[in-house]
């Protein structure tokens, strides 16, 4: 076999892995959500400690996307991605014999962290390997394996939770977790370290960490006063961060990237927008279905799969048809679609028919769909080799602080209509009022990130990859 064809054969088995791992941690998250009402059941948990089953996950992984994708490029993108499939295949395990909140909450955390260093080095892998001509097509093949798990997600979490209990969702992910482990550590040829001898910044790691915690946490715990304080103190925290940063020779984050390339800033900030106004709402309309409507958790995941059948199709189309300038043009066009959607569902009530949330999940579908795959091919080919793991850091921790954020202002919402009390029929009418506030709420941030990505799509050419 010519050199040629073995690496081919290497670019073939390195998308099977990545777009693997891209379909097994959504298919666990989606196929949790669906799960919530019964797990809150279960274990008497209130609306509001029902969030953190969710939250608790994305905090862990926002806190560790930067520095291991720091820690990647120094060390070896493979060896942090088996890394972090073996953290949170353990963790999945570990959720599946939980039997209280605490062990349950500490679970999901380990699995954020796990998920947080394997996903981003999965891009980042990608990147390395697949040429400029050939990048839009492989990550589009991948983050459609993340669609196809969200699409699957809330149907087999629905089917599994119904029929086997909730805690087969968790054991199945860390079985499905194994054979990725063996087939990344058998299949994976090479290493990718272009920062290789370069010193990683601890004190800058662990300034990052603490301060986006706390950031994160104190807005998701608002509007008390001892949230304000934390929220408060993370953002000190961060603006010392980007201090002491731009005065590294070797920084955790060269923030440099964000100054002297405007095409990768402002995509970044599109991208933070668009999961902010997005995140919540499979998992506002998962309690909207069983709470209001009356389905059971197998029907609501029925519904809910539109909208990843929709993003699964579109995500992959658009790996096959951007090129040039077409990526960012898409990405805009994903955006202003998935405004539709969001006013569209503005408009829930107890008598709101299926077809009407089965359309709007179906327009939302379209809008995300356009809008990933392009948005992160534009990113990603922006800079150089040597901070791809930063890079796709930087985005995965926008992606995640979305949610986060999301999920925050969710539980800021039942803070304020529902309070700390669990979501009975006696107060359905609160909230009901707090998922269509959200729902104001998500459209106008996404207004805003049309037109940051717009500013993306008119401010110059990215800069190639060095290869």
Not at 153 to 164: E, Q, S
Not at 205 to 210: E, K, L, Q
Not at 264 to 285: D, G, P, Q, R
């Amino acid at each position: 076999m010519t050199t040629q064809q073995n690496a081919s054969v290497n670019k073939n088995i390195i998308l099977i892995v990545s777009t693997m791992s891209a379909f097994i941690l959504p298919l666990l998250l989606s196929g949790v959500n669906v799960a919530l009402p019964t797990m809150a059941q279960d274990l008497n948990m209130e609306a509001l400690v029902m969030s953190w089953v969710t939250t608790a996950y994305f905090l862990a992984t926002v806190v560790v996307q930067v520095p291991a994708g720091r820690l990647a490029d120094i060390f070896g993108r493979k060896r942090l991605f088996i890394i972090g499939l073996v953290v949170s295949t353990l963790a999945s395990f570990a959720g599946g014999f939980a039997n209280s909140v605490p062990l349950l909450l500490i679970a999901r955390i380990f699995q954020g962290l796990g998920s947080g260093v394997t996903f981003n080095n999965s891009v980042a892998i990608l990147t390395s390997v697949f040429p400029p001509q050939e990048r839009a097509k492989a990550l589009g093949i991948s983050q459609a394996g993340t669609y196809l798990g969200l699409s699957l997600g809330p149907l087999l979490g629905g089917l599994m939770t119904d029929r086997l209990g909730w805690h087969s969702i968790f054991l199945f992910s860390g079985g499905l977790g194994i054979l990725l482990i063996i087939l990344a550590y058998a299949g994976l040829k090479g290493e990718w370290r272009e920062a290789k001898g370069e010193r990683f910044d601890s004190i800058g790691a662990a300034t990052y960490g603490v301060s986006i915690a706390l950031f994160m946490y104190g807005f998701s715990t608002l509007p008390n006063t001892v949230s304000l304080i934390v929220f408060l103190a993370g953002l000190a925290g961060m603006g010392f961060f980007v201090w002491y940063e731009l005065r590294q020779t070797n920084p955790l984050f060269d923030f440099s990237i964000f100054r002297q390339n405007k095409v990768f800033a402002f995509s970044n900030l599109a991208a933070l927008i668009t999961y902010i106004s997005t995140y919540a709402v499979t998992y506002l309309l998962s309690l909207y279905l069983q709470y209001i409507q009356g389905y059971n958790a197998e029907g609501a995941g029925l519904v809910l799969i539109t909208s990843s059948v929709v993003m699964t199709v579109f995500t992959l189309g658009t790996g096959f048809i951007a090129k040039n300038r077409a990526p960012r043009l898409l990405a805009t066009i994903g955006m202003a679609i998935n405004c539709i959607a969001l006013v569209m569902l503005i408009f829930l009530n107890t008598a709101t028919p299926v077809w009407y949330v089965i359309t709007a999940l179906g327009i939302y579908g379209m809008g995300i769909g356009l809008f990933v795959s392009p948005n992160t091919n534009v990113v990603m080919s922006s800079v150089s080799n040597r901070v791809l793991g930063v890079a796709s850091g930087t985005l995965g921790t926008m992606r995640t602080a979305g949610m986060v954020l999301s999920m925050g202002i969710t539980m800021i919402l039942f803070s304020v209509y529902i309070g700390s009390a669990e979501i009975k029929p006696a107060n359905y009418a609160q909230f009901l009022d707090s998922v269509k506030t959200g729902f104001i709420i998500f459209a106008v941030l996404n207004f805003f990130g049309v037109i940051a990505q717009m500013v993306a799509r008119h401010t110059g050419k990215a800069s190639p990859v060095k290869n």
